[in-house]
């Protein structure tokens, strides 16, 4: 086998044992650290999501306070 067939055998077999060593003693897929709540559905979770997406946009893209969306003189 050439030494390139080699390294990418060992790093597929470091890969495959990541994926299948989540944990010491949990089966099945490691929990996500920002996992949603016990019993909130898909949707829900979905809306979450976007309600967080949308503060944290809203706290970088602030609007100044003289700012009402209209162009100045316009009325």
Same mark, same amino acid.
């Given at each position: ?10 790093? @597929? ?10 944990? @010491? ?7 996500? @650290?920002?996992? %949603?709540?016990? +019993? ?22 602030? %609007?100044?306070? +003289?700012?009402?969306?209209? @162009? %100045?003189?316009?009325?």
């Amino acid at each position: 086998m050439s030494d390139d067939a080699q390294q990418r055998k060992a790093r @597929a077999d470091r890969i495959r044992q990541k994926i299948h060593r989540p944990g @010491a003693d949990a089966p099945g897929p490691a929990p996500a @650290a920002d996992e %949603p709540p016990e +019993g909130e559905s898909p949707k829900e979770g979905v809306e979450r999501r976007m309600r967080e997406l949308d503060e944290a946009e809203g706290d970088e893209h602030a %609007p100044s306070s +003289g700012d009402d969306g209209e @162009a %100045p003189g316009g009325s």
